[in-house]
Nanobody, 123 residues
Framework: QLVESGGGLVQAGDSLSLSCAASGRAITDYRMAWFRQAPGEDREFVGG????????LYGDSVKGRFTISRDNAKNMVDLRMNSLKPEDTPVYYC??????????????????WGQGTQVTVPS
């Protein structure tokens, strides 16, 4: 089970961190990622990290602004978002998938999903 937290309302240019707490199996057994989805649109890859944190990938729209990290001892994955823009507004989802030694940039590469947390950056 994955549970996201940390969403909220922020101003453009601000920073915000999201957290994903996993229960059940250790997250080292999974690749982990964050996706986001606006109403009526496909789920967009934001960032992903492999089980040993050896591989991290980011979507083009967030590269250089967002950082994904994992704390295996706490079984958590975080997403640090800097320089937020209005287009960073959608619902953010944490996802877990297999195998852990790679990162997939597509939603189909993940089998477990959290319920989502809303981030709002007014224009």
């Amino acid at each position: 089970q994955l549970v996201e937290s940390g969403g909220g309302l922020v101003q453009a240019g601000d920073s915000l961190s999201l957290s994903c707490a996993a229960s059940g199996r250790a997250i080292t057994d999974y690749r982990m990622a964050w996706f986001r989805q606006a109403p009526g649109e496909d789920r967009e890859f934001v960032g992903g990290i492999s089980g040993a944190a050896a591989v991290t990938l980011y979507g083009d729209s967030v590269k250089g602004r967002f950082t994904i990290s994992r704390d295996n001892a706490k079984n958590m994955v975080d997403l640090r978002m800097n320089s937020l823009k209005p287009e960073d507004t959608p619902v953010y989802y944490c996802a877990a998938g297999y195998p852990p030694w790679t990162v997939s940039t597509t939603a189909g590469g993940y089998s477990n999903w959290g319920q989502g947390t809303q981030v709002t950056v007014p224009s």
